[in-house]
């Protein structure tokens, strides 16, 4: 039996009902006592609390050990337009309306992320804002001890701090345990950061996952050692349930087993691609009609937002919100975020059943792939695709000459020679090249 089995098993055995029950019993039910709890008003029994001391409406959650109350809604500045300016127009909107956590990486936005995020951040009382970022030491430059430690004091200067509030170790999983004794363990680095947070220099020490299960269980199930203060996961109503699907090795968990697994062991989880990548912006008609039915003027990232918040295990939920529009939306979900009821997650789950048969690429358009040494544009390629998929264009005759419309020849997929440089970089552990092959076979047709 898998371990995900057992997940399901014991996750319904403590809710009192068979291990056959649905699968929209699965999503729905355990949220159905804290529904109960918002709707009498008692949020401190689910973690929530609302309002700040600027008088927004935001939602919060208290961080177990230092008792940090962080905004449920958090900034993620993987996607930030690369102008200064408009990054602090998004950051005083986002600040002004209670969002106090903010995400970051060395290697997000070609390296300038960190950078932005810092300057933005500088302009107001270092008490006001929790910083996050990582040990992005993905290069073997970086995997001495070394070079690793020439990574992160660099952190602090881009972003002008002299301590992180959160800081992670960089997409575990990737590449099984040899990888993370080779990035982590063998080089000391990990001895090193806890020495760091011992020091206050690093306030939360975490990690962020993807990919091969035995990492996460290696690092959770040795908490007693690390005591890790969060870790982040991709989370949303389709890899509750059907991450495994969509990935191509059976060593992936469902964010059903993730999450389960951080609440038995008291790690708050931080939760990156709620939306997934935007795949979840675009459900097929047919499903928005029937989400629309219950909630009329509800987005479908609204419905994606207030299905991760629900848990209660979770401190912050990212958004990569590179606009004011979307900015402003997120915030309006979450000021106050309103749980779900059964009626909706129920939905949701058959949402999630009906997605799950989906032909469609688990990108998320982190760009972490790129550049392609040969051009391809790898994101775009897999968007439109999946677009394609959504809106019924894959199966028109018109597939093709929209696909030339939106996609450079130079970027097309056809450019892809199969080199394999970008398998490595992806977190998804998606095989590129094999997809791209398949979208030059479906122009073909």
Not at 16 to 29: I, M, R, Y
Not at 219 to 245: C, G, P, T
Not at 431 to 440: G, T
Request: proline content about 4%.
């Amino acid at each position: 039996m898998s371990k995900k089995d057992l997940s399901r098993r014991g996750f319904l055995k403590k809710l009192g009902v068979g291990a056959g029950a649905g699968l929209a019993l699965s999503v729905a039910a355990p949220l159905d006592a804290l529904a109960k709890r918002q709707n009498s008003g008692s949020y401190r029994d689910s973690g929530l609390r609302i309002g700040d001391e600027a008088g927004t409406n935001m939602t919060y959650r208290i961080q177990h050990r230092t008792k940090q109350k962080v905004s449920l809604l958090g900034f993620g500045m993987m996607r930030l337009p690369v102008d200064q300016e408009k990054v602090n127009e998004l950051v005083d909107y986002a600040m002004a309306n209670g969002v106090n956590y903010y995400d970051t990486a060395p290697v997000y936005l070609g390296g300038k992320s960190e950078g932005l995020t810092g300057t933005a951040l500088k302009r107001y009382p270092r008490e006001k804002y929790y910083v996050a970022t990582k040990m992005s030491n993905i290069q073997p430059k970086h995997q001495t001890l070394d070079g690793a430690k020439e990574m992160y004091e660099k952190s602090f200067a881009e972003l002008q701090v002299d301590y992180i509030d959160y800081y992670l170790l960089h997409s575990v999983g990737g590449g099984g345990m040899a990888n993370l004794h080779k990035r982590f363990l063998d080089n000391n680095l990990l001895d090193f950061l806890m020495k760091e947070r011992e020091a206050g220099r690093i306030r939360h020490l975490g990690f962020s996952y993807h990919g091969d299960v035995e990492v996460f269980d290696w690092l959770v199930e040795h908490n007693s050692i690390y005591k890790w203060d969060f870790v982040q996961i991709q989370m949303n109503y389709l890899d509750w349930r059907h991450a495994s699907l969509s990935q191509r090795r059976n060593k992936d968990a469902d964010a059903e087993y993730l999450y389960n697994k951080l609440e038995k062991y008291n790690i708050q989880a931080v939760i990156m691609e709620p939306l997934r990548g935007g795949a979840l912006m675009n459900v097929p008609e047919e499903y928005q009609n029937k989400m629309k039915e219950l909630r009329p003027d509800s987005s479908m990232a609204e419905w994606a937002f207030r299905w991760v918040g629900s848990y209660p295990n979770i401190l912050t939920t990212l958004s990569g919100m590179n606009n004011m529009e979307h900015l402003k939306e997120n915030i309006r979900t979450f000021s106050p975020l309103e749980v779900c009821n059964k009626e909706e997650n129920e939905l949701l789950a058959q949402v999630a059943d009906g997605l799950s048969g989906i032909p469609t690429i688990p990108c998320t358009t982190c760009a972490y792939c790129m550049p392609c040494p040969f051009g391809v544009d790898i994101p775009n390629n897999f968007s439109f695709y999946n677009n394609a998929v959504h809106s019924g264009l894959l199966k028109s005759n018109d597939f093709t000459a929209e696909y030339n419309k939106a996609i450079e020849a130079s970027a097309r997929a056809s450019q892809c020679v199969d080199c394999e440089e970008c398998l490595p970089k992806c977190p998804q552990q998606i095989r590129i090249p094999n997809q791209m092959a398949r979208i030059v076979e479906l122009l073909k047709k």
